[in-house]
């Protein structure tokens, strides 16, 4: 299994821009499709974004779609999440998850390792 730690939340403005990074530890990155979700308050936990363990392949939710980009950089172990024109209904929690392959995508019960999580607040 691999480990994962988030970064780079906090508090934005509305039209704003934030970048979270997930760093894993392990040898393994890099055999890992990547996802980042979120989770606003009294809500589910819900499917953002995710990237192939290549890199080749992306997906997005739609509500996200044009506005947040998904990569990942290999030597570095560590995956991101560029979010622009950041919206208030975007405030949540985000985590990053690791899963062996990139099919069902957004299936949340098939990813095996999270990490703890990093707060991201949009103010209007």
């Known amino acids: 299994q691999v480990q994962l730690v988030e970064s780079g939340g906090g508090l934005v403005q509305a039209g704003g821009s934030l970048r979270l990074s997930c760093a894993a530890s392990?040898?393994?990155?890099?055999?890992?499709?990547m996802g980042w979700f979120r989770q606003a308050p009294g809500k589910e936990r819900e499917f953002v974004a995710t990237i192939s363990a290549s890199g080749g392949g992306t997906y997005y939710v739609a509500s996200v779609k044009g506005r947040f980009t998904i990569s990942r950089d290999g030597a570095k172990n560590t995956a991101y999440l560029q979010m622009n024109s950041l919206k208030p209904e975007d405030t949540a929690v985000y985590y990053c998850a690791a899963r062996a392959s990139f099919y069902p995508i957004g299936d949340i019960n098939d990813y095996k390792c999270w990490g703890q999580g990093t707060q991201v607040t949009v103010s209007s």
């Open positions: 392990g040898r393994t990155f890099s055999s890992y499709t």
